[in-house]
Structure formats: structure tokens, C-alpha cells
T-cell receptor, first 108, second 113 residues
Framework: LAKTTQPISMDSYEGQEVNITCSHN???????ITWYQQFPSQGPRFIIQ???TKVTNEVASLFIPADRKSSTLSLPRVSLSDTAVYYC?????????FGSGTKLNVKP | ETGVTQTPRHLVMGMTNKKSLKCEQH?????MYWYKQSAKKPLELMFV???????ENNSVPSRFSPECPNSSHLFLHLHTLQPEDSALYLC????????????FGDGTRLSIL
């Protein structure tokens, strides 16, 4: 089963680039990698999704190496409002799991 | 506005009560999900419905009973809950079952007395 491993927490300062890595050794051939952001008392919000190589949208980039056993979410120039928990989601055919999440704390 | 609406937002109930949580989406999605989020634990997938048919039940106790009358509505019926069932219950929908982006509601905060 494609479970995921993420750092429990990270600290950063406003204006910095933040990279959060997720390990998923048992990812299946047809699975996508999806990242979500969650603020307290709210549901997770979709950030970005990819299958391989690099994907970029208006808020983040996702880097996936050729073996797809890990992925890195990159947040450019974070602000205080980016303080949240970030989850990596990887499917495994029929079942899929959210990771434990990485609590990002952005400091002024 | 996420497109997925959950009611009520907060619910306090005794262990012998019966209540229901409601989820509604008008995104035209075919898959709907129930998750449980307890303090300091990962989101736990409870049930999955695809085209109104239940496709997954992740060993959820029978005191939780889901219902999906149509593709836009999902219910979670609660009966004889335990204190450890206190949590945030999240509903989500997606175009198709699997790892395609899911749209989440803001959840129902459930407290069992």
C-alpha cells in the first residue's frame, strides 16, 4: 500500500522558498501525487497534482523524480498566510492515504 | 466557497442519541467520501461512494451508517457513538474515484458527551 512519509513540521520566514518532501516508496504505476493545504477548522484545499517530472501552477510547483518514489512541493516566497498543514496524497489503485501532514510555520 | 457544503458545522450529542450529518455538492462530481480527522492523527478515509454505490468501507464500526441517495448528497447516520468518536468529520467529492483532486467541505465538529 502506498503510504506516505512527510516531516512533521517545518519553520520558515516570510519571503523564503519552502520545499516539503513526501516519500512514497510503493506508488502504483497509474497513481497521481496530490498535495493539499489545510487551515484549522477547515477542510483541506487542493494545491497541485502531478504524475512525473515537474508541474507548476499559480501557487506552487511539484517536482517528481523519475522513480516517482518521492515528490517535493515548492512554495515560492511564503507569507504568514501560508502557515498551515500540508498533506501529500498518493493513490494505490483502489486505496489511497493522506500522509500525516507537515505543519508549516511561517514567521515574520 | 468550496462547492461542498456540510451541515451542521457543530454537533454535540449523547452516546444514546441518533443524528445525521449531511453533505451536498453541486460540482457534478461522481464520487463522494467521508473522512474522520481526530486530533494529531492523519485523515482517515471512512467510506467511498462512486455513482451512488459504496465502493469502500475501511473497517468502520457499524454505529456509522452512510447513505448516498444521489450523486449530489451524502449522509452519515450516527447511532450509539462512543467518546472516542469525537472528531471533525469531513466530506469530499471528486470527478472520479481515486486520486483525482478532491473538493472538501469544512466539516462537522462532533462532540460525544
Amino acid at each position: 500500500l502506498a503510504k506516505t512519509t512527510q516531516p512533521i513540521s517545518m519553520d520558515s520566514y516570510e519571503g523564503q522558498e519552502v520545499n516539503i518532501t513526501c516519500s512514497h516508496n510503493n506508488i502504483a504505476t497509474n497513481d497521481y501525487i496530490t498535495w493539499y493545504q489545510q487551515f484549522p477548522s477547515q477542510g483541506p484545499r487542493f494545491i497541485i497534482q502531478g504524475y512525473k517530472t515537474k508541474v507548476t501552477n499559480e501557487v506552487a510547483s511539484l517536482f517528481i523524480p523519475a522513480d516517482r518514489k518521492s515528490s517535493t512541493l515548492s512554495l515560492p516566497r511564503v507569507s504568514l498566510s501560508d502557515t498551515a498543514v500540508y498533506y501529500c496524497l498518493v493513490g494505490d489503485g483502489g486505496k489511497f492515504y493522506f500522509g500525516s501532514g507537515t505543519k508549516l510555520n511561517v514567521k515574520p | 466557497e468550496t462547492g461542498v457544503t456540510q451541515t451542521p458545522r457543530h454537533l454535540v450529542m449523547g452516546m444514546t442519541n441518533k443524528k445525521s450529518l449531511k453533505c451536498e455538492q453541486h460540482l457534478g462530481h461522481n464520487a463522494m467520501y467521508w473522512y474522520k480527522q481526530s486530533a494529531k492523527k492523519p485523515l482517515e478515509l471512512m467510506f467511498v461512494y462512486n455513482f451512488k454505490e459504496q465502493t469502500e468501507n475501511n473497517s468502520v464500526p457499524s454505529r456509522f451508517s452512510p447513505e448516498c441517495p444521489n450523486s449530489s448528497h451524502l449522509f452519515l447516520h450516527l447511532h450509539t457513538l462512543q467518546p472516542e468518536d469525537s472528531a471533525l468529520y469531513l466530506c469530499a467529492s471528486s470527478q472520479e474515484r481515486g486520486t483525482r483532486p478532491q473538493h472538501f467541505g469544512d466539516g462537522t465538529r462532533l462532540s460525544i458527551l
